[in-house]
């Protein structure tokens, strides 16, 4: 292998493991505040596509205010899905939660398939994203630089949001424990909702671009991602936001690179996540940036 | 000889020293209290005899045998039952239930037998009906066997927790705070209760009990902890007269009167 | 009271016997479609079973339920199929030795299928049961998924994402009836045994369960591996019910499915997933114009793909937030509560009432 080939599939890794970090933040973050594996963020990110393919393709608005529309609307979405499918199950045991969370799931996969077809529709990505330069010998899509530089920013601005503001800081007190941050004034419901709406914000982040990098739209196209991005938040210590992006990272390149060196397992490609979940929670159950806590007795 | 040891005990949570050269020796047939304010370190003790947590340091011995680190099921199996601070039977399950489950232990049959109901497991599950009756008789629960245990009045859950810990036939037995919340006509009954049941089972009893009144009624040593320390150990009169620990309880003050 | 319990006996043995009556009928006189359907209900029934068992009984959140059922499946189809036929569909990567003139009598294939997928349950449960809750569904589902595109990926044992074709169609009425009885008999026997109550202490309280003497891990994996096994034989029936199976069959919406009928007829009753297996797979069936156009004559009425899954998530959706202890609950069928019900005594209450005016009572 070149070594231009091999900075080509590590760009691709970069930018696949860039897409899963902004998932895995939705995930992690949720879990963080509800210890919950919100089923249905997969099927969030994919609603997003369809967003921006109705605002672009259907109702032909320009890319640009498409765009951030599709980013209010997936996050409205997932504020909603909280709503109806989580919020009346507080109290209830955890695993109502998570039935109801698979249900949620389900819902509105056949509910796209029902409204949009499940035939898979081409996304329309903006020429000057996919326009391709030449680096050396390789060619790469601007896309390819765009989607880490987009990340970046997007974690910047989550970092400021969770760490310098006081919804950040309520966020963060509901995540170690509601009753006591009820007691401190904090309205539980309304920040568990902010986090799901930036959840799917960043979803919807992920979409767009992960739409014009791989440009095929079709209802079920969050089911695999979504499983991945979990095991990402997993892998990386789920409830750690910076854990959730270095176990995308990991994910991403990983991935690729096996598919690169090893084309013999190109079709085991969807199994190695679900192998690196089962060797991390074996040896580190807690991930790697995860804190060991001890169950009180 | 000791039935139960401790040498040197130090449980770690992370920056924070649960319990620290924690030293103990029951001898069988006693009752020994361990006392200390809230967080002191008390269910940490148990926690580490009873293989919740393995220990940071030092080690834990029964009947002259090392159990340190040991699974909690083996270490019920070799004779150590407790019950919990805050109550932990099976609310979804019987009265009934709740004892036969922990005659589970000695059950001899194996899986496929009791499943396909050979003679052999029909036996031992007779048995174990018939013995598990025979303890909720002793503790006054016998009418009340076909209940859910989650339904009970507080004083009779705490009744069938300590029932269900002697179903598992143990030589010690762990109580962890028995009377809380308990008025003093109820803590007065439950204090002869363990005595009785001490005498009755044959049984050496390691209790937890920040009400001094109680522990002091029924022990015959007292422990007492602060911040994960042993600071006294003696008889009750001994340790009540301890200044350390009337500063522990109380706090260094001195407006107390008495 | 004794007179009670020879009621209930008298009533137990007239309803097999009304059942066997109906088998009988039903092999020989009803439309295949119907029979067909009557067969994935009883199947259904062994599935929801065996996953209760897991999740209801002893608390384990699995979701590798359609994993199992792979395993069960492809072994049975394999282990049943005619040597030629197995020739004609490995046409791309010939079927591995001594496979390919394997031939095993139907009950004996089930029994393997059933335990060769308790082996992977077991070999499954060494590293996955040591997690808890939400770990413990991800880690499963993962290993349900594994399993699925390894099956994808072994050519010369599974024929790939090709499938089996022409399974020999030897689930009837009386296998997969009796081997849901079976299976209920089997596992009711269990869960009222003293290894069944230990593993509803593990659900109700682990640390509980594990300080009353009960070995975790040991009984874990002794209800994941039962589960497993009735799984396994449920995708044996399956498979020789449908004659063609391929790995995409066994996704995540297999054990989807599974888990809408164990939580409607209420996570630890045996009873209540046998119901909710027949009301979900005839739901399913007689859902199906939501699919389809019906045309009212003067007026076509569209539907819509797809439509029947919607109303099975929302309905799934709809029993864990409004009605989340399901059908049954956590108790099973007993006659005495059937006939104690509301419905059963104004039922008795008109019966009575139109002897009276007939003039029979005595």
Known sequence: MTLDLFLQHLSNGI???????????????????????????????????????????????????????????????????????YRPLREAPKISLLISAIGASFFLENLTIVLFGGVPKPFPAPKLFTDVVQVGAVSIQKLTFYIPIVTVIALLGLMYLINKTKTGMAMRAVSMDHETARVMGININRTISFTFGLGSFLAAVGGIMWGMKFPQIQPLMGVIPGLKCFIAAVIGGIGNIGGAVIGGFILGIGEIMLVAFLPDLTGYRDAFAFVLLILILMSKPTGILGEKTAEKV | MSLLKLTEVTMNFGGLTALKSFNLELAPGEIVGLSGPNGAGKTTVFNVITGVYEPSHGQIFFMEQEITGMRPDLITKAGIARTFQNIRLFKGLSVMENVLIAHHLHLKANYLAAMLKLPGYRREE???????????ERVGLADLRDEQAGALPYGMQRRLEIARALATNPKLLLLDEPAAGMNPKEAEDLTAFIKEIQTEFDLTIFLIEHHMDVVMNISELIYVLDYGMTIAGGKPAEVQNNQRVIEAYLGVNEDVED | MAEQKRRNQILTTVSILLLLGFIYFAENYLD?????????????????????????????????????MA????????????????????????????????????????????????????????????????????????????????????????????????????????????TAAFTLVVLLSLINSSYGRA???????????????????????????????????????????LGTIDPKMFSFMFTFNILLIVVLGGMGSLTGSIISAFIVTFANEYLRFLDESINLGFFVLRGKVGMR?????ATL?????????????????????????????????????RLLKGGYDQ
Not at chain 3, 54 to 68: D, E, Q, R, V, Y
Request: hydrophobic share 55%; with cysteine.
């Open chain 1, 15 to 85: 930018s696949l493991g860039s897409l899963y970090a902004l998932i895995a933040i939705g995930y992690t973050m949720v879990y963080g505040i509800l210890r919950l594996i919100n089923f249905a963020h997969g099927d969030i990110f994919m609603m997003a596509t369809y967003f921006a393919f109705f605002g672009i393709v259907t109702f032909r608005i320009p890319w640009f205010i498409t765009f951030p529309l599709v980013l209010v609307l997936t996050a409205g979405l997932g504020m909603g899905v909280e709503t109806v499918a």
């Open chain 2, 126 to 136: 007779r048995e174990m009906r018939e013995r598990s009756l025979a303890l909720l």
């Open chain 3, 32 to 68: 295949l479609y119907i029979v067909r359907i009557l067969n994935v209900c009883a199947i259904y029934a062994i599935l929801g079973m065996s996953m209760n068992l897991i999740n209801g009984f002893t608390g384990l959140f699995s979701l590798g339920h359609a994993g199992f």
């Open chain 3, 71 to 178: 395993v069960g499946a492809y072994t049975t189809a394999l282990l049943t199929m005619p040597p030629a036929v197995k020739q004609q569909i490995f046409y791309l990567t010939p079927l591995i030795k001594p496979l390919d003139q394997m031939n095993l009598a139907f009950p004996l294939a089930l029994l393997v299928g059933g335990l060769l997928t308790a082996l992977v349950g077991s070999m499954i449960a060494a590293p996955v049961l040591r997690l808890k809750g939400d770990y413990l569904a991800i880690a499963t589902l993962g290993f349900a998924e594994i399993i699925r595109v390894v099956f994808t990926n072994t050519q010369s044992i599974t024929n790939g994402a090709l499938g089996l074709k022409g399974i020999p169609a030897l689930t009837n009425l009386w296998w997969s009836f009796g």
């Open chain 3, 199 to 241: 593993l509803k202490a593990i659900r109700e309280d682990e640390t509980a369960a594990e300080a009353m003497g009960i070995n975790l891990a040991k009984h874990k994996t002794l209800s994941f591996v039962t589960g497993a096994f009735f799984a396994g034989i449920g995708g044996g029936l399956l498979g020789n019910l």
């Open chain 3, 309 to 313: 899954s919607v109303v099975f998530s």
């Open chain 3, 317 to 353: 959706m709809f029993v864990v937030l409004f009605y989340r202890h399901g059908l049954m609950g956590s108790k099973e069928f007993s006659w005495d509560r059937l006939l104690a019900s509301r419905v059963c005594q104004r039922m008795q209450g008109c019966f009575k009432k």
